[in-house]
């Protein structure tokens, strides 16, 4: 019991402090209890998001897996994404930003408007773009270029595509976590 209670506050204390907490203390084996325990939380029914935003940053592999599962469901993970700040999560978002499908349309209750429900791809994309641009692990180049990238068209395709030509001429680079060495494309 008493080992159950100081487990629930080192955790409590890990998300109250979330933003000073090191990918080294995620990853060292005397924290392995704090770690499943926020796999619980991330991965639960209520998706504590101050946990999953802490395994992500150690690129914990089922709450990823999690994540892209429910990328589309729940739009709100593609923050989770750009807030860990963890430019290896790039290549976990390919699977879903090489999908091809397409805006799905919709009337708001008025009926008068069309709006896009953007497909996971382009939430992808966004995301990616999200996570090059506040990353410091990117040359300067990278960075203005991803934030030049447009999403105007009414159904993302346009900067999707742009997005995807990136992650493929940099596949090379992300694989190897070379991320000052990514290109612009031409």
């Known amino acids: ?50 946990s999953t935003l802490l395994l992500l940053r ?45 805006a799905k349309y919709g009337k708001l209750v008025s009926g008068h408007e069309s709006f896009a429900v953007f497909p996971g791809s382009v939430i992808a994309a966004r995301a990616i773009q999200e996570l090059i641009k506040s990353s410091a692990s990117f040359n300067p180049e990278v960075t203005d270029w991803a934030s030049k990238v447009r999403f105007e068209t009414k159904d993302g395709e346009e900067g999707r595509q742009k997005i995807r030509d ?9 694989e190897a976590e070379d991320f000052a060495a990514a290109k612009v494309p031409e």
């Open 166 to 174: 990136w992650v493929t001429l940099n596949k090379q680079v992300l």
């Open 58 to 102: 150690i690129d914990d592999p089922e709450t990823v897996r999690y994540c892209i599962e429910n990328l589309i469901r729940e739009q709100s993970i593609a923050g989770d994404f750009v807030l860990s700040r963890n430019p290896r999560l790039i290549s976990a978002l390919g699977g879903p930003l090489f999908k091809e499908e397409s």
């Open 1 to 50: 019991m008493a080992h159950a209670q100081d487990l629930s506050a080192r955790v409590d204390a890990v998300i109250r402090n979330n933003r000073n907490i090191s990918k080294q203390f995620l990853l060292a084996p005397e924290n392995a209890d704090v770690v499943a325990r926020l796999r619980q939380r991330a991965l639960g029914p209520s998706h504590d998001a101050r």
